[in-house]
């Protein structure tokens, strides 16, 4: 299975979309409201839906781009988003995108992504972070039954991936993950070195 942006865009239009929360995931929702600065930059790549951008809307930042594979869903997110000046909305792989961002949000990409790009991942994300800027959201900590996605991971595992790009690492099992996904997620803080 080849997990291009026909696989993602079929999802959408069949809307087989099971990772959907249909909520911001509330370890990223804790994460948002500790923010002070609104005019930081954010990019939310392989986006989904999106209810992460809605709430820093809300909560008044302004600067926010979404990159995601599927043309049908990019095209229901700038329907959705068209009154807010402060959501760009990309139609794109994340791996050719260019830009330099104070804030990355991780929500269901890192498990949608063929496990061997994982070390062009973490270099692709250091490269879009400005000097000392954060990669934060949640990481599966559980190996799936079947072949993904999702795919799964452990602690050591990501450890090993992310320390080649980034310091003052912080992995902790998630205390308020969506019931759902309870006891599976590791929410991560990264500082690009």
């Known amino acids: 299975m080849e997990l291009n942006a026909n696989?993602?865009?079929n999802r959408y239009k069949e809307n087989t979309t099971g990772w959907d929360l249909g909520e911001v995931s509330p370890p990223l929702k804790a994460y948002i409201d500790q923010l002070d600065d609104k005019n930081s930059s954010i990019l939310i790549p392989g986006c989904g839906n999106c209810y992460e951008a809605e709430y820093l809307i809300q909560k008044g930042f302004s600067s926010?781009?979404?990159i995601d594979l599927s043309p049908t869903l990019t095209e229901?997110?700038?329907?959705?988003?068209?009154n807010n000046v402060g959501v760009k909305i990309i139609t794109g792989d994340f791996f050719n995108h260019s830009g330099k961002y104070d804030l990355i949000l991780e929500q269901t990409f890192f498990c949608a992504i063929n496990p061997a790009l994982?070390?062009?991942y973490v270099s692709k994300m250091a490269e879009l972070l400005k000097q000392g800027g954060r990669l934060v959201g949640v990481l599966f900590s559980r190996e799936f039954e079947k072949e993904g996605p999702p795919f799964g991971g452990s602690e050591k595992e990501y450890r090993i991936l992310f320390e080649s790009h980034f310091n003052d690492i912080t992995f902790?099992?998630?205390?308020?993950?969506?019931?759902?996904r309870m006891d599976t997620e590791l929410f991560v803080n990264l500082r690009k070195k």
Do not use: G, V
Request: glycine letters at 0%.
């Open 118 to 120: 994982r070390k062009q």
């Open 7 to 9: 696989f993602w865009d």
């Open 64 to 66: 926010i781009t979404l």
């Open 76 to 82: 229901q997110l700038r329907e959705r988003f068209r």
């Open 172 to 180: 902790e099992h998630c205390y308020n993950s969506f019931p759902a």
